[in-house]
């Protein structure tokens, strides 16, 4: 015997009563896709996945399973038959494992879901640390601070010893809570955003807009390699990226200068929620934060969020900047996200942008040209890319629309 399962404890979704069946199976469908390529089998019954491991290299799947959400732990599990012998070798071999090294006490913990096993849970605990004490020197029993808990749960077709718990990243399922259009600059808030939306049980889309030729290939390839990045929380994620020179040029050319960002911001909303709802998106999600900048207070976000009717989701929105680059590091965003190419926004922004931007000012300057087709055409002309997570290529789609 030896650890051959993971067993994944599931977070939140205990929680969700009936639901609980479609947040289970999405996991376990969600764990195969972040471990696609492994030769590992997943099951799931009752309240916790099984990962059978077969040999795979459990170090690359624990780092990868540290990246799903919705799991609460994980733990290298061993399987032993139902039967009290079975589980007290096995339990010796799991506590005297070298992962676990130095151990000088332990405690054991039984759970007897499966109730034709003929030995209660208490009984158990002495029956397994009994024998561990006998097959074993300078170790001994702490059940208030032991350096290991061993954890045994007699199931339905065989019991599962476990020492040791790693965390799991939380939150819901990734495709349990509808999609989301993410609005993707390349900065450092953005990425955030939407790793905190899905974690949250949401699917993203990216929407990035680039300028060529005053935005380059390498601006456009850092936007790529942040989703790349984001694929690892959520295996395959499409990238929508919409041509915005024709519409900064006419702004920049129609609208005075301290009302361009404001003008510009409602353009980037009109066209993210026409793919949204061509995509089925039921909101949209942006790394904007109180304050940071003259686009974000109240304010701007007033005047600039009137063009649409969906919601907007914000994670960021009570963050400090340090709060921010904190995650973007934890989540591997940071270093790509600060590397120097320029993105659409600061090559025609003016430095002089209204704070307080006025709803009928907007509207009096936005008559000025004809949006509405420059909107269509930048919809239409909107290039798809989808990026996943294993595959080496990504897959484009010229023309959707
Ligand atoms: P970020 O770090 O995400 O770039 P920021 O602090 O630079 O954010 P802004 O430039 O004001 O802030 O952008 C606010 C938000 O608008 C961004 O977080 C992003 O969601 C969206 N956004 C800005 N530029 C683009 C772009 N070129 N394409 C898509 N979305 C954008
Ligand atoms: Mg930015």
Not at 272 to 282: C, D, F, M
Request: net charge positive.
């Amino acid at each position: 015997m030896k650890y051959d399962h993971i067993l994944v404890r599931i977070g939140e979704l205990a929680l969700k009563g009936k639901n609980r069946k479609v947040f289970e199976r999405a996991l376990a469908s969600n764990i195969n896709v972040v471990l696609k390529g492994y030769d590992i089998k997943v099951h799931s019954t009752f309240g916790r996945i099984m990962i059978e491991l077969n040999d795979s290299r459990e170090d690359d799947i624990i780092e990868k399973l540290k990246n799903v959400f919705g799991i609460h732990s994980f733990s290298l599990a061993l399987k032993a038959e139902n039967e009290l012998e079975e589980i007290q070798k096995g339990a010796l071999i799991a506590l005297t494992d070298s992962r676990n090294q130095p151990v000088r006490t332990f405690k054991v913990t039984a759970k007897r879901p499966n109730k034709n096993f003929p030995i209660g849970s208490q009984e158990l605990n002495h029956l397994v640390g009994g024998y561990i004490l006998k097959n074993t020197e300078n170790i001994t029993v702490d059940v208030h601070n032991p350096d290991v808990e061993v954890r045994v749960e007699v199931r339905e077709k065989a019991t599962y010893i476990t020492c040791g718990n790693i965390s799991g990243a939380g939150g819901l399922p990734v495709g349990t809570g509808g999609k989301v259009m993410l609005m993707l600059s390349g900065g450092i808030d953005s990425p955030v955003a939407g790793y905190l939306t899905m974690k949250r049980g949401v699917r993203i889309n990216a929407i990035h807009f680039h300028s060529p030729p005053y935005t380059n290939e390498r601006a456009k390839q850092k936007v790529k390699d942040l989703v790349k990045i984001l694929t690892k929380y959520c295996g395959t994620i499409q990238l929508h990226l919409v041509p915005f020179t024709e519409m900064q040029t006419t702004i920049h050319e129609k609208v005075p200068s301290d009302y361009a960002m404001t003008i510009m911001r409602r353009m980037m909303l009109r066209i993210s929620e026409k793919i949204a709802n061509k995509q089925n998106a039921l909101a949209i999600t942006t790394g904007e934060s109180l304050g940071q900048v003259a686009s974000q207070t109240l304010h701007s976000m007033n005047t600039i969020n009137e063009v649409t009717n969906l919601p907007i989701l914000r994670p960021l929105v009570t963050m400090d900047k340090l709060e921010v680059i904190e995650v973007a590091r934890n989540i591997g965003t940071y270093e790509t996200s600060i590397l120097p190419f320029e993105d659409c926004c600061t090559i025609f922004l003016p430095s002089n942008s209204k704070t307080r931007p006025r709803k009928e000012l907007a509207h009096k300057f936005e008559a000025n040209f004809d949006f509405v087709s420059l909107v269509e055409k930048a919809v239409t002309e909107t290039e798809i890319v989808t990026i996943r997570h294993q595959a080496k290529k990504e897959e484009s789609v010229d023309k959707l629309f």
